[in-house]
């Protein structure tokens, strides 16, 4: 038998010493794996995120992709306005025969 401790939230644990796969934790019913697959995780690839207790991967930043797009499409849509703001306002004070 083994000993360890959950990682959602630190109970001890007994597992057989060939036990690996996915397991749920008896205190707070949090899964979490164990074995051949959690042995090979290094622990600086991942962080523990306190409001959620559960492991995610310092390297993914799939929820940044939406933000991401949106600001630059807004981006863009502004140098368009700015642009069309500009070369009105230089009409305008030229007017519109160009006459400067």
Do not use: R
């Not at 807004?74 to 519109?96: E, H, K, P, R, T």
């Amino acid at each position: 038998m083994i000993e360890i401790e959950c990682p959602h939230c630190n109970g001890d644990i007994e597992l057989d010493d060939d036990d690996s796969g996915l397991f749920n934790c008896p205190y707070c019913d949090q899964e979490f794996l164990w074995g051949q697959e959690s042995q090979i995780m290094d622990d600086n690839t991942q962080i523990m995120d306190d409001n959620t207790s559960e492991y995610s991967s310092k390297s993914d930043y799939s929820h940044l992709v939406l933000p991401s797009i949106l600001i630059s499409v807004l981006l863009v849509i502004l140098v368009f306005i700015f642009a069309f703001i500009n070369s009105y306002s230089q009409a305008m004070s030229c007017g519109w025969q160009n006459t400067c």
